[in-house]
């Protein structure tokens, strides 16, 4: 049986990945982001609406699109999301901070809370988060993209509580490096900044992480993946990373 699947973020990187995954597994696809113009190049064919996940009104309706198109949604994808610039926390402006808590966890609430409820009643469902190990280990300079990363666990703990029962499952993927356009946004368009951060290492790809989100997603109803922490061999944490070759 096919399921429909939706992706945030998908115009590009993990969400891209994992759409492209659920694609070859003959699955329907509703797939949202802000850059619209690149959505139709992941999945042709797919339901491609413009989604902007700070927006409540963007939100409610890709959700009504999606579901208009391809019926109850089966799995979620929370892929959307950003990191901001490397500020320390006496030397921020505040914009940033609230870019990024607005997106990675206000965002994240905004759909999933549009979506679980149907979930609910259908009496199944799949609620994927893509966090980081940002979530589990600060570093100088990621204070607050680090604590928007934290706080998806105990939000996915609530939900896991709150719908005990109900045969909603949720995971929580949380990779280390992914070589994807995500420091590229976080030194807003500087390329030769983003570039030396996988400078001589090998970091994970997107498909690397889009892999750990099918598996979860496939498994047998009663088997829930709650957390799936990947990282690069060349990583042992957010500040241990081994260059240079082996």
């Known amino acids: 049986m096919t399921r429909h699947v939706v992706v945030t973020g998908a115009s590009s990187g993990i969400g891209a990945a994992c759409a492209r995954a659920f694609a ?4 329907r696809l509703s797939l949202g982001a802000r850059r619209t113009d690149r959505l139709e190049q992941v999945v042709p064919g797919a339901l491609h609406q413009a989604l902007d996940v700070t927006d409540a009104g963007s939100v ?3 959700v009504a699109a999606a579901i208009a198109a391809h019926g109850p949604i089966d ?3 929370n892929n959307a999301g950003l990191a901001r610039g490397v500020e320390k926390i006496a ?5 940033a901070w609230r870019e990024m808590i607005e997106t990675n966890v206000l965002g994240l609430l905004e759909v999933t809370r549009r979506v679980l409820p149907q979930m609910v009643a ?16 600060a570093y100088a300079g990621g204070g607050v993209y680090c604590g928007s ?3 998806l666990q105990p939000i996915c703990e609530a939900i896991r509580l709150e719908t005990l029962g109900s045969g909603v499952r949720v995971t929580s993927v949380d990779p280390g490096m992914v070589q994807t ?6 030194f807003r368009g500087d390329a030769e900044r983003a570039a030396k951060v996988y400078q001589d290492t090998r970091p994970l790809s997107a498909d690397d992480v889009a892999d750990c989100v099918v598996f979860a997603a496939t498994r047998p109803p009663h088997v829930d993946i709650e957390t799936i922490v990947v990282m690069p061999t060349d990583q042992a944490s957010p ?3 081994h260059r240079g070759g082996r």
């Open 24 to 27: 070859k597994l003959g699955d």
């Open 60 to 62: 409610e309706r890709f």
């Open 75 to 77: 799995v979620l994808v």
């Open 91 to 95: 030397e921020g402006t505040g914009e």
């Open 122 to 137: 259908a009496g199944r469902g799949h609620i994927v988060v893509i966090g980081s190990i940002a979530g589990h280990k």
């Open 149 to 151: 990363k934290r706080a």
């Open 181 to 186: 356009e995500f420091s590229s946004v976080r």
């Open 239 to 241: 500040h241990h990373l």
